[in-house]
């Protein structure tokens, strides 16, 4: 049973920064992609960042480049997105997702299994 827990969201300023972490459990972690998503209230589901098996290939929505970096630590089978110069549209619940693809999937049915997510919020 493959499970995903991420943690690290909270309640943070405009301009302030956050690290998520994903735990990763039950999967040769080493292979395949690792992808995070948010969801805004109302709002889909939408990409945000995908690292390859190696971390040696990100990708990531427009918006967040240069603000966002997603990593990885195979030997700790965690996945992590520092996310800096944080803007109150960055406020969302953030996904932790895995994919058997060996391509950089921006697309949510690339992916085969979702954490539970991580509430992050950007206000004064």
């Known amino acids: 049973q493959v499970q995903l827990v991420e943690s690290g969201g909270k309640l943070v300023q405009p301009g302030g920064s956050l690290r998520l972490s994903c735990a990763v459990s039950?999967?040769?972690?080493?292979?395949?992609?690792m992808g995070w998503f948010r969801q805004a209230p109302g709002k889909e589901r939408e990409f945000v960042a995908v690292i390859s098996s190696s971390g040696g290939r990100t990708y990531y929505l427009d918006s967040v480049k240069g603000r966002f970096t997603i990593s990885k630590d195979n030997a700790k089978t965690m996945v992590y997105l520092q996310m800096n110069s944080l803007k109150p549209e960055d406020t969302a619940v953030y996904y932790c997702?895995?994919?058997?693809?060996?391509?950089?999937?921006?697309?949510?049915?690339?992916?085969?299994?979702w954490g539970q997510g991580t509430q992050v919020t950007v206000s004064s």
């Open positions: 997702a895995a994919g058997r693809s060996r391509n950089l999937d921006t697309r949510k049915n690339a992916y085969d299994y």
């Open positions: 039950g999967r040769t972690f080493s292979s395949g992609i």
